[in-house]
């Protein structure tokens, strides 16, 4: 009998795993899984799935797309699997495992980058964002977190940008260079992982110089007592906002949000983007962020900054505006209003500003003192866990509490779990 978490019965539990992040969590985690009795098995679509799990159950799948569905319900049938896991539940090859699942019975958990960066990691039941079942009803998270600790925010782990581009490089340069062993996988990103090395690696050697630039503007801003609003850029990969926002690209949230800005903020306030730090420079965002702020008169209001410190930022500022970016967070830890455009596991009445845009640059609104910190402690005690994906340390330790949670079915324990999910998909706009 299935009950949201996996089949429970008396046998062993079978795990199957899909792509996870470029890091050895996943197999920390399996190998957890493994001493407690519990099977773990693997499907591999492409070489850089090999390369991280070939020495463990693994099938390959070589197949095209279109028989994708067909073999993954077959195969957890036949393995007789009671939970799932994975990373990143929107690439197309997960919706569709995550559908057959369901249809079996199945259990389905989610890791991804921890929502309290840079210290922790992710773990959903069913999915985020607009598949979260993490509840929205202030009441409910008030009642939740009454006896909850704090959380602890110090930091205990680091990983370094260097750690990071190698497991990248890693996975994904197999995928390159063998995909011949592998002829029927389809990417799901937005661009060719050379393409994207170029371009992070011609960002390179100006990242001091960049820096030194945004803290300079920020400086002038903070010294000349300006008035401004924060916009953290996303990555144009992002299922974020791909998927849950209502905008088909970045460019079409940046052209609402800067006409929003200059027809309705007060004349002396002023604008700050802030580029993502893992953007591949594939896109000129600052030239584009110029031509759209030159065309609505926000030139001398208007400034694009790459790199610089968010808190130090968002404690100056009055608030920020964001497609659903969870640099919000940082901005609701410091008592700053919010307003989210799309699908976003903090936009709850009472913690982010839930009413117009127009509006909210003349009279944002704060969040509630007492719903944040209910927010805080009950988002990290049911769907948080200490950790990283890339340094040894930090892998370690978020593979012990996933796979503790995982064995012991507290994943969104306790009360972060409601059905059916309290947030809806945004539809698709037109920005002119």
């Known amino acids: 009998m299935a009950d949201g978490q996996g089949k429970r019965d008396d046998t062993p539990r079978t795990f199957l795993f899909l792509q996870g992040p470029s890091s050895p969590l996943f197999i920390e985690i399996a190998g957890l899984l493994e001493m407690a009795g519990s099977r773990c098995i ?31 319900s077959r195969r957890i049938a036949v393995e007789n699997v009671t939970d799932m896991i994975l990373h990143g539940e929107e690439r197309p090859y997960h919706k569709v495992a995550i559908e057959e699942a369901r249809r079996l019975g199945v259990g389905i958990n989610v890791v991804e980058m921890g929502y309290l960066r840079p210290d922790w990691v992710t773990l959903e ?15 409910h998270i008030l ?11 110090t930091r205990r782990y680091s990983q370094t940008f260097l750690a990071e581009a190698l497991y990248d490089l890693v996975y994904y340069l197999p995928t390159v260079f063998l995909w011949f062993l592998y002829p029927g996988y389809r990417r799901h990103g937005l661009y060719h992982p050379l393409m994207e090395y ?23 801003l903070l010294a000349g007592g300006k008035r401004f609003f924060v916009y ?29 800005f200059a027809e309705n903020a007060a004349p002396e306030t002023h604008l700050v983007l802030k580029l993502h730090p893992l953007d591949n420079g594939l896109m000129d965002w600052r030239a584009y962020v110029d ?11 208007l400034h694009f900054i790459d790199g610089g410190d968010l808190d130090r930022l968002m404690a100056a500022s009055e608030g920020m505006v964001t497609v659903n970016s969870t640099a919000a967070l940082t901005a609701l830890r410091a008592g700053k209003p919010v307003k989210a455009l799309g699908a976003a596991i903090y936009d709850i ?10 509006r909210f640059w003349h009279e944002p609104r704060p969040p509630s003192p007492e719903l944040r910190d209910a927010f805080f402690k009950l988002l990290a005690t049911a769907i948080q866990v200490r950790g990283n994906f890339c340094s040894g340390e930090g892998a370690r330790a978020a593979a012990v509490e996933i796979a503790e949670r995982l064995l012991s079915r507290t994943v ?3 009360d972060g779990y409601v059905d059916p999910p309290p947030r809806r998909r945004p539809s698709k706009i037109h920005v002119p």
Not at 291 to 301: D, E, F, Q, V
């Open 143 to 153: 009642e939740a977190a009454s006896d909850l600790p704090d959380p602890d925010w």
């Open 42 to 72: 693997r499907i591999n679509l492409n070489a850089g799935d090999w390369v991280s799990w070939r020495w463990r159950s693994a099938f390959n799948y070589r197949g095209d797309f279109a028989g994708w569905r067909a073999y993954v």
């Open 232 to 260: 953290p850029l996303q990555l144009q990969t992002d299922f974020q906002l791909r998927a849950h926002s209502p905008f088909h690209r970045q460019q079409d949230a940046i052209r609402l949000i800067l006409w929003s």
């Open 412 to 414: 969104n324990l306790p």
């Open 125 to 139: 039941r069913d999915g985020l964002s607009s598949n979260s079942h993490f509840p929205d009803d202030p009441g």
């Open 198 to 220: 170029a371009g992070w690696l011609r960002r390179l050697p100006s990242s001091s110089r960049r820096s030194r630039e945004a803290e300079d503007v920020v400086e002038h």
């Open 349 to 358: 009445e009472g913690l982010s500003d839930r009413g117009d845009l127009d």
């Open 291 to 301: 031509n759209i702020g030159a065309s609505c008169g926000l030139s001398s209001r």
